[in-house]
């Protein structure tokens, strides 16, 4: 029997970068060859310092580890790269691409002719909408990976994203289990969250991984990161709160301190996922939990979730189907199995035809790999081309001749096809401006939803915030929103460009002086101030940007407990809500000062300004 052609799956993780030799079997299923792990520490996760790290540490790691192909797939780290499960209307087939085209140029976060993107269908919902999966990455960021992969002398074919991966090693693995699973896979700087179920599911990357462990703990031990990354490998652990009794040493009880309220924000965000998939996706309750990535090594990590999720919790075995060739060292292989979801997951697409296949790969790499796989062909051709030149140059003469007259007949023909061009090219700018337009609109009517999602978001935010400060202070905890205003239009009512509203008693929202001008919902202009005057277009110039809404304070009002609670509830909404996808962390922050609560006062209020990831259009 001839031996099967071996080949690569390589992860650019954020924390490590990971390697594995496959080959096929009989059955067309995986063997392991031999595999590789190398930790990158801090840098790995900075743009500035990661393309020198990789370039420097692929070709020696391949070197190191004895691998003999140099044909692989990569998988792009998952903190680069975007993904958003959407839902299409019914329409007709012949013009899903066209929707799906639209749809990413609406939520891909940077523009599309700088982008490698790609999308899979996943099926269809009872309402006859298609659920769709989009991923896309800077085309920059592949560009760099592909060149070191080049540089280690690599032909790659497939760049994958992790919460594609993923979902494929989890579906070969465990394809007999019943009932709805949850993934939660804990990298170095993000983390997925997946859902599996029959025909159905649903991902979700977190902006929370194990490097927050490492960087909160260095800087309350003032440790250089990578002396407190090898002292949470080492000695570091998931506290257990509660009534378990705190280690002697203080960096172990600081360190697993840390790794607590890390994985408590993991946590919220897990709820949130899975409370969306439920309502939004038609989804059913996970009835058991799977951990992998590097950060769920972490001792008592999966006692932590099987206690936050009431649920039955183990380790992802990617490797539970895959055949292990005996020249594999098994127990260091057990050490990091969990890490390679991602590589098994790259694997597959070489043996079998997988449930999510994304490719990534730009085509400016695509065109050079191809060129440069026939460049000894081309230097060939280029041989014997000379060659021939040589040979034909005593009837060149005859062909001159024979050059001019055609170009005589073909200038006859091109003249008028020039005239058509030109008025080609007229219509094609009239085009070109209307579907501007168009896309205008659609931002414009997308932005009507925004609203709503932000409240929405806001108000799951105060729904976990309420119960878990509940049950750690065993007391009735209440907080709501008591007003709400964006920041520029309190620049304008600070300016006296608005009037301060007199109704204290309802939400500033619904009064709110930038959103009533640029609705229409403010009182009409009289005779005395048009509408459209200089002196109004000066006014508005002075204003701050009106075009967009980034900014909005927001004041909360609680139960008044006594000042510790009502200061560990205010803190806990900040954190909570700084850890929402919708809000920038940096931008969102408690503003202006604290009410001064009297003992026997029922509420109180304090404020923060929230910053929008995505801005809203107005």
């Known amino acids: 029997m001839l031996k099967s052609k071996s080949f690569l799956a390589i992860d650019f993780g954020a924390g490590s970068l990971k390697i594995a030799e496959f080959a096929s079997t009989a059955e067309s299923g995986l063997r392991l060859l031999r595999f590789a792990v190398r930790p990158l520490g801090l840098a790995g996760s900075q743009d500035a310092a990661r393309d020198a790290l990789l370039k420097k540490a692929l070709p020696e790691l391949l070197t190191e580890g004895g691998f003999q192909s140099r044909d692989g797939n990569l998988n792009a780290p998952g903190f680069q790269v975007f993904s958003k499960f959407v839902k299409l209307p019914p329409v007709d087939s012949s013009k899903v691409t066209q929707i799906i085209q ?29 659920e769709v999966l989009l991923v896309a990455i800077k085309s920059e960021v592949v560009e760099k990976l592909f060149a070191s992969g080049e540089a280690a002398g690599l032909r790659m074919s497939i760049i994958d994203s992790s919460i594609g991966a ?54 309350e031990a003032k440790l250089r990161f990578d002396d407190a990354e090898k002292f949470k490998l080492s000695d570091g652990f998931v506290s257990l709160g509660g009534a378990y009794e705190e280690p002697d040493d203080p960096k172990q009880a600081a360190v697993s ?44 990590a999966s006692q932590f979730f099987q206690e936050k999720l009431g649920l039955p919790v183990d380790f992802l075995n990617p490797f539970r189907n895959v055949e292990i060739d005996p020249s594999v060292d098994v127990a260091e292989l057990e050490k990091v199995a969990q890490c390679f979801g991602e590589v098994v997951g790259l694997g597959l697409r ?14 400016a790499s695509l065109t050079r790999q191809q060129f ?30 024979a ?73 009735p905890v209440g907080v709501w929103i008591d007003s709400f205003i964006s920041a520029e239009s309190m ?40 509408a459209d005057t200089a002196t109004a277009e000066k006014k508005s110039a002075k204003a701050a940007n009106t075009n967009e809404l980034s900014s909005i304070k927001v004041t909360f009002r609680a139960v008044n407990l006594n000042e510790a609670a009502n200061n560990q509830l205010i803190y806990a909404l900040e954190k909570a809500i700084k850890a929402s996808p919708m809000f920038d962390r940096e931008g969102t922050q408690l503003s202006g000062s604290l009410e001064k609560t009297e003992a026997n006062a029922v509420t109180f209020s304090f404020p923060l300004s929230l910053k929008l990831k995505r801005p809203i259009k107005l």
């Open 166 to 219: 993923l979902a494929n090693a989890f579906r070969y693995n465990y394809a007999d289990q019943d009932g709805c699973s949850l993934l939660i896979d804990i990298g170095a700087k993000t983390s997925n969250v997946l859902l599996f179920e029959a025909g159905k599911y649903y991902g979700r990357s977190i902006n929370v991984g194990a490097n927050a462990i490492t960087q909160e703990f260095a800087a």
């Open 350 to 363: 070489n043996v079998a035809q997988c449930p999510v296949e994304f490719n990534l790969m730009p085509k």
């Open 102 to 130: 639209y749809e990413a140029q609406q939520n891909v976060p940077f523009p599309l002719a700088e982008t490698a993107w790609d999308y899979q269908i996943l099926g269809s919902a009872p309402s006859g909408e298609l």
């Open 372 to 401: 440069n796989s026939k460049k000894p062909f081309l230097l060939a051709a280029a041989f014997v081309l000379s060659a021939g030149v040589f040979a034909a140059g005593w009837f060149h003469a005859k062909l001159a001749d």
């Open 257 to 300: 301190k840390v790794a607590r309220n890390v994985l408590t924000r993991l946590h919220l965000q897990v709820n949130q996922t899975v409370q969306f998939y439920r309502t939004q996706q038609g989804g059913a309750a996970p009835v058991r939990v799977f951990l992998c990535g590097g950060g769920s090594i972490l001792p008592y």
């Open 403 to 475: 050059r001019r007259d055609g170009l005589e007949k073909v200038k006859a023909q091109v003249e008028p096809l020039e005239r058509t061009k030109t008025s080609l090219e007229a219509e094609e700018g009239k085009l070109k401006r209307a579907l501007d337009e168009a896309n205008q609109l659609g931002e414009w009517l997308q932005s009507r939803t925004q609203w709503v999602n932000i409240f929405s978001e806001l108000r799951g935010v105060l729904k976990d915030t309420e119960d878990d400060q509940r049950k750690i202070l065993n007391q």
């Open 491 to 530: 620049t304008q009512v600070a300016g006296g460009g608005e009037e301060e509203t007199q109704n204290t008693g309802m939400s500033r929202f619904m009064t709110d002086p930038v959103l009533r001008k640029r609705y229409g919902l403010g009182p009409p202009a009289t005779a005395a101030e048009p």
